[in-house]
């Protein structure tokens, strides 16, 4: 029948209208969800603590999810967005799956972000960082924290996510910052804990030293160089004219993109399976607009595979190879020595297996102050003095000859962040000494601060490291036992543990110590005497007891006997430096997890918090807090804290570019919760593929609407569809459903298994698409469109009705379980409005499905009606175009069909599948199925306009069919 029926125009001259069940529900078709949402905030209240304490009393599984945690500072982005809806779907899924939940929220409040912020507040003020106490400082980065802890968890909470907020976590906290003391005291005492002077990755903006996870890769031009270095010496295996005269003395040529690093340089390194020869250059290229370098008659020491690409560089046209050489035991001259006698040191010539004849000239200029292979290689030829050229905040040491006090980098003002005038000064000094040969420029991937976003530079300096190769307690080294945790792990998508394998693999020792102020220091003494740390429980146990009650900040201004007891404070040097941040991040399990299985009553035999079930973040952190968190489980424990990794990708605009204010192509989540509501971010969260990059913008949230609205009306329908319901009515035997009700009642089976499965493997995109497609296809499309007559018009009391509200009843409680941890708002919007006494929709588990629901051979039926049932459709689409009919009760379609097809519909009643007032089917074994759209040539029910023979059969209801009529009467004698 039509969905609006005007039946006062009748024969009978009644009107029908309030015989007719339409489908009424306060649940509105506009969302509204931006002024809906946080009502229902307030009606949760302490959502996860209620959730917790039911599940806990019904001794549910326990499941852990531990938050890796966001900076302190600013707003949320969309980043934060995609990454604590999904884990909020985590959360929420195991609740409905049945389990105990344990989730706490934390923040990284540490680091050089917050530090950066403060020192703009007091400059503003007047004040230079050096002019304020570390005391003073510290606070003012506490506050700040503490202020976007406040406002971020808001915004959290806005979006939906639950969890135990009220004990979130926060690295600053005094309990933190204690544990992390006492985390670090465990590789102190363990022996995996050494100083070391090496280069490391240095920022001279930051004036501290980084990690590999603290270093992004941008593009940068770079200039580059070729230099001479004069041979001076070489052993009796040499030819014996090598250094006799001839028209110059022959030169070692070295190519590098850092000029700035010659004053610095101490040797040369060689590939000891390269082919190397002496060369003499016989003639320059003409008609150039500058005087080369290189002049007929110089001698060069080059790869034999790299010869040509030098002399191309310098601009020589002709060459001849004089011999063979063999690099061993060759020394040279600095190629600066001729301008200044501190250069007048021998540069020897050192084998190196990182040397290759890829690019370059096949010879390794050695810095071994500003390179990790350089000092390597240094240090295994039995050279032990490095030379520090370059101080933290990036210009050359006063003792450096000809530079002193030039800037390899610029940290103040507009140019902070550029190269300074070092480059230009070193090379316009080798053009005076005569041993530059060529220059060029190379755009190539440099090392980046992923906080300043300018370059860093290696550097020697004395830092703190873990041993990565060193054995444990087991036997086995760190590397070995991440390794071996890595193994053990469960990793969604299964891509990333080959990632953080091959990281793991190549890593170099830990460093874990920064020279700032905004931290956990590295709380311990070093015997003055040895250098070595000091060892002793009693100390580590005083210093974690006064963090725990004080904070940090106790370190830096108590004095020193308040922790070293019975030692002689003159003895011992307090070490000052703080720790990386990463290993603040990477030690939160033992302060999240570990207290909270005494805590939350886990003993005996229910399982301990530690290790978490999932850590998950984005793919970034497969070097970052995945990595760190490893490293610290396995150091401390041996054994990674988490039993599974899930990684998702980075949120890009429409066009599929990263994000930038400057660009303008952000995406702000808090202007979508507060325009659309959150339900429609987490709805497209839902909808993305979160193991890819993703992309989002005002297209893409649009379709996001469109798909909200498509699953809003379906539960409106069926809030409509169910009014009055109650279990009298609801039909329980199996065997009394018709066929079309066990077709539904079979998807649902399907989907049961499909979307528990999908939600145990946290495959989201797999709930919300097969359920949008069953809601669109299943029931829009098919079911509700046939059963429209049977629910308006049939009798209450009818089997077919009670069969088709008994199973909406069933899509209805699945559908609010089933989505309940993607659209949350909305299904406990709908679950409140049929349900308002019932309590929260997210207390709910998934209701248990039948077994006899599967009825595989129902649905292959159900495949194949389809199939007739398009050929019709299309029929009466054509037939209504043409006017033939007005609408599709006003056909009787005859429908010929093979005999197998015809089977079909047996137990149906055909023209209640096409909609039509009949339908005729007519076997023909042509193979093809057809459909001759005829007009329903009998008079029209008042009612359900339904044209039918049987109108009129009912002398009491002249104008409606024997079926409306029965209806009618049922109506009337119910109401008298």
């Not at 580059?224 to 040499?238: L, M, R």
């Not at 507009?414 to 040969?437: Q, S, W």
């Not at 699953?711 to 169910?722: E, I, P």
Request: charged share 25%; glycine share 6%; net charge negative.
């Amino acid at each position: 029948m039509a969905d609006a029926t005007d039946t006062t125009d009748t024969p009978s001259g009644r009107d029908y209208r309030d015989t007719v069940f339409l489908p009424e529900t306060p649940f509105p078709m506009r969302g509204g969800l931006p002024q809906k949402e946080p009502v229902i905030l307030e009606q949760w209240g302490d959502l996860y603590g209620t959730l917790r304490a039911e599940r806990q009393a019904q001794k549910a599984p326990l499941y852990v999810l531990h938050d890796g945690p966001p900076y302190a500072n600013g707003d949320i982005h969309i980043g934060h967005a995609l990454n604590k809806t999904l884990k909020d779907f985590v959360v929420r899924s195991r609740f409905l799956l049945g389990c105990d939940v344990d989730y706490v929220p934390g923040w990284d409040c540490h680091g050089l972000p917050i530090e950066w912020k403060i020192e703009e507040q007091f400059r503003a003020k007047g004040r230079r960082k050096d002019e304020v106490s570390k005391d003073e400082f510290r606070a003012a980065c506490r506050e700040y924290a503490g202020k976007y802890i406040d406002l971020q968890r808001d915004q959290f909470k806005r979006l939906g996510i639950t969890g135990d907020f009220a004990n979130r976590y926060a690295t600053m906290d005094f309990t933190s910052e204690a544990a992390i003391v006492a985390e670090f005291h465990k590789f102190k005492n363990s022996g995996q804990l050494y100083r070391g002077s090496k280069p490391v990755m240095w920022s001279p903006v930051e004036r501290t030293a980084l990690a590999d996870a603290e270093i992004e890769y941008h593009d940068h031009v770079s200039p580059t160089i070729w230099v001479k270095f004069p041979v001076t010496g070489a052993s009796d295996d040499h030819p014996d004219d090598l250094l006799a005269f001839r028209t110059s003395t022959p030169s070692i040529v070295i190519w590098t993109t850092t000029p700035w690093t010659i004053p610095a340089n101490r040797a040369i390194s060689y590939g000891p399976e390269i082919a190397y020869g002496l060369y003499e250059v016989t003639a320059m290229e003409e008609g150039l607009e500058f005087a080369p370098w290189a002049k007929p008659g110089d001698r060069l020491i080059v790869a034999d595979k790299l010869a040509e690409d030098v002399f191309k560089a310098a601009k020589i046209a002709a060459w001849t190879r004089i011999y063979d050489i063999n690099p061993s035991g060759l020394e040279c001259a600095h190629p600066l020595a001729a301008l200044d006698s501190g250069y007048g040191f021998s540069v020897p010539l050192l084998a190196g297996d990182h040397v290759t004849d890829d690019a370059g000239t096949g010879f390794v200029h050695t810095a071994p102050g500003h390179g990790a292979d350089d000092f390597e290689v240094w240090k295994a030829h039995g050279h032990h003095e490095v030379p520090d050229t370059v101080d933290p905040d990036g210009a050359y040491y006063p003792g450096v000859p000809l530079f002193a006090g030039l800037k390899v980098l610029e940290t103040e003002g507009k140019k902070t962040g550029k190269f300074g005038p070092a480059n230009g000064a070193v090379m316009e000094k080798l053009i005076e000494a005569g041993n530059l040969l060529a220059r060029g420029r190379l755009e190539h991937s440099y090392p980046h601060s992923w906080r300043s976003k300018a370059p860093i530079i290696f550097r020697n300096t004395p830092q703190w490291f873990i041993r990565m190769d060193q054995p444990l307690a087991s036997g086995d080294t760190l590397r070995e036992t991440a390794l071996t945790a890595i193994d053990d792990t469960a990793f969604h998508p299964a891509a990333g543990r080959n990632r953080i394998r091959s990281m793991v693999e190549g890593r170099p020792d830990w460093l874990v110590s920064r020279q700032r102020a905004w931290g956990t220091p590295l709380a311990m003494f070093i015997d003055k005497q040895t250098g070595q740390p000091l060892h002793d429980a009693e100390v580590d146990a005083r210093i974690v007891k006064a963090v725990a009650e004080h904070g940090a900040d106790i370190w830096f201004t108590a004095p020193d006997s308040d922790f070293l007891g019975a030692h002689d404070p003159a003895r011992y040097e307090k070490v000052e430096d703080i720790l990386d941040v990463w290993f603040d991040s990477g030690s939160t399990h033992a302060f999240t997890l570990d207290p909270r299985t005494a805590e939350h009553g886990y003993t005996g035999d229910r399982p301990a918090h530690w290790p978490a079930d999932l850590y998950l973040e984005g793919s970034d952190q497969h070097r970052g807090w995945f990595q760190s968190s490893l490293l610290e489980g396995c150091g401390t424990r041996g054994r990674a804290p988490f039993k599974a990794v899930l990684t998702h990708g980075f949120t890009l605009d429409e066009k599929g570019e990263k994000m930038s204010k400057s660009k303008g192509n952000t995406t702000d989540p808090l202007t979508i919760i507060k325009e659309s509501g959150a339900d429609i971010l987490r709805l497209w969260v839902s909808l993305v593929d979160y193991s890819e990059d993703q992309r989002i913008g005002k297209q893409i949230l649009q379709t996001t609407v469109d798909a909200y609205r498509k699953l809003r009306n379906t539960v409106r329908y069926l809030l409509g569809a169910l009014a009055d319901f109650d279990e009298a009515e609801r039909l329980t035997d199996y065997d009394q459903f018709p066929p079309l009700e066990k077709f539904v009642l079979h998807r649902l089976w399907e989907l049961d298994a499909h979307v528990r499965q999908a939600y145990e493997e946290y495959r989201f995109q797999d709930v919300v698409r097969p359920v949008l497609e069953f809601c669109s296809s299943d029931l829009s499309a098919l079911y509700f469109d046939i059963r429209k007559d049977a629910l308006y018009c049939d009798r209450p009391d009818s089997l077919r009705r009670r069969a088709a509200r008994t199973v909406m009843d069933e899509v209805f409680m699945r559908l609010t379980a089933w989505l309940s941890p993607l659209t949350p708002f909305t299904m406990e919007e709908a679950w409140t409005t049929r349900f308002p006494d019932a309590g929260t929709n997210c207390a709910r588990v998934i209701p248990e499905t039948p077994a006899e629901w599967n009825n595989p051979t129902e649905a292959e039926r159900w495949a194949k009606v389809q199939r007739v049932l398009e050929v019709v459709t299309n029929g009466l689409e054509e037939s209504r175009r043409a006017k033939v009919i007005g609408g599709a009760l006003d056909a009787w379609p005859e429908v010929r069909l093979p005999a197998e097809a015809a089977a079909l519909f047996e137990d149906l009643d055909a023209a209640e599948v096409f909609r039509t007032s009949g339908a005729d089917l007519v076997v023909d074994e042509s193979g093809v199925i057809t459909a001759t759209i005829n007009t329903a040539d009998y008079p029209k029910c008042a009612r359900s306009w339904r044209r039918v023979p049987d109108v009129g059969s009912d002398p009491a209801y002249p104008d409606l069919s024997a079926r409306d009529a029965d209806a009618v009467r049922y109506w009337d004698q119910t109401r008298s």
